[in-house]
């Protein structure tokens, strides 16, 4: 309704006034003429329960007005400092969270369509949150990745290499075989393919099994081995096994256990650490002097590790082969061995296993008595002891 003045103040024309003389209170909203909000409040004056009179209250034309714009600039005002907060915030995540992301999806997605060029992936480390966790994960996972792809490339190259000579030399003597004159020529010539071909069946075997050993530690779960039992059992093999190629004498001893200890345990795959054992004791058997060759194995436990060593009583190992020993291929020949007796792989193998149970393999020579003097090799190997 419209608001008029009623000249001489007379109540009586405002409905909510008339209400109020009935005892309830009342309220109207009108508007003036000026098109502004007035509310108009009627409110009994009562004693007891009889009515004395009505008070009436009006606002000031425009003072709703003013209140409901000053209500809406405060929430135009929220609204903007919220809007404000809210792109700051994006940004702030794009620049710390969303950017690295990308970053690190798009060095992952070059990875993938081109490993062979390596890649560098955005270094995060020296954020202390997951976004730095995540790209030092991904970073060591490419580095392992380009490792790899490294290693069976170098892998592939030693083969080949290894390979060609044997068929090189198989391949001359089929040749030669229809130009010799004499049996004693075609004999020797079938000798020679046969050793030959045995070296290569040798090393297509050693060669399988490394190429898989990766793969069969990764896909078998470890078990606990007992190391002691372990050594006792191949070593009595290696000594009936022995005894048929070449007479050493072989000796195990196992070191007292430090108080707590409930033995030498380890965790890992007992098939692979035997043929660890196996190798050593193989490879020390093949360079002792013969008929008083001797071979010491030795167990014992250091701190949280447990400690393997294979002594002998051979020439030792020159000192610029210690490490080449444990190269792929690499070999060594004991005095009087015909070539290609070995495949080069046995103590590499030995040492990628060892590594894969967290442990290390080193070898080194037992000093004589005299400056310069050898009395063998030492090989070690150290494997976490498991409780």
Avoid: C, W
């Avoid at 003013?66 to 609204?79: C, D, P, Q, T």
């Avoid at 004693?184 to 393919?193: A, F, Q, V």
């Avoid at 190992?317 to 690499?330: L, V």
């Amino acid at each position: 309704p419209i608001y008029k003045e009623q000249p001489g103040g007379n109540g009586s024309a405002f409905p909510e006034v008339m209400n109020a003389l009935t005892g309830s209170p009342g309220a109207v909203v009108r508007i003036s003429e000026q098109g502004e909000q007035i509310v108009s409040v009627a409110v009994p004056i009562q004693r007891f329960r009889a009515v004395l009179g009505v008070l009436m209250l009006n606002t000031q034309g425009g003072d709703i007005d003013k209140i409901v714009a000053a209500e809406r600039k405060a929430i135009l005002r929220v609204f903007g400092v919220a809007a404000l907060v809210n792109v700051l915030l994006s940004m702030m995540l794009a620049s710390t969270i969303a950017n690295p992301l990308r970053r690190l999806a798009a060095a992952a997605v070059r990875v993938r369509r081109g490993v062979k060029n390596r890649e560098e992936i955005p270094d995060f480390s020296e954020r202390q949150d997951e976004i730095g966790n995540l790209s030092v994960a991904i970073r060591d996972m490419t580095n392992a990745l380009y490792a790899r792809i490294e290693a069976i490339e170098s892998f592939a190259a030693d083969v080949s290499h290894e390979l060609k000579n044997p068929l090189t030399s198989l391949r001359s003597a089929v040749e030669t075989l229809p130009l010799a004159r004499n049996e004693t020529s075609r004999n020797r010539l079938m000798e020679i393919i046969q050793h030959d071909v045995r070296r290569l069946d040798r090393l297509i075997t050693d060669i399988s099994d490394a190429s898989r050993l990766d793969a069969e530690l990764a896909r078998e779960d470890a078990r606990r081995v007992d190391l002691k039992k372990l050594v006792g059992d191949l070593v009595d093999v290696s000594r009936e096994v022995g005894a048929r190629k070449k007479a050493v004498e072989i000796e195990f001893r196992a070191a007292r256990l430090p108080s707590g200890a409930k033995g030498y345990f380890v965790l890992g795959h007992d098939l692979r650490l035997g043929q660890v054992i196996t190798n050593l004791i193989e490879n020390a058997r093949s360079f002792v002097p013969e008929g008083h060759g001797r071979i010491v194995i030795s167990l014992s436990r250091a701190g949280r590790h447990n400690v393997l060593t294979v002594e002998d009583n051979g020439p030792g190992i020159r000192a610029e082969n210690i490490e080449r020993i444990f190269e792929r291929f690499y070999t060594d020949r004991p005095a009087g061995e015909a070539f290609g007796q070995n495949s080069g792989l046995g103590l590499s193998i030995s040492r990628q296993i060892v590594e894969a149970h967290g442990g290390t393999l080193t070898a080194e020579n037992i000093a004589g008595a005299k400056p310069g003097d050898i009395r063998g090799a030492r090989f070690v190997v150290t494997l976490p002891a498991e409780a």
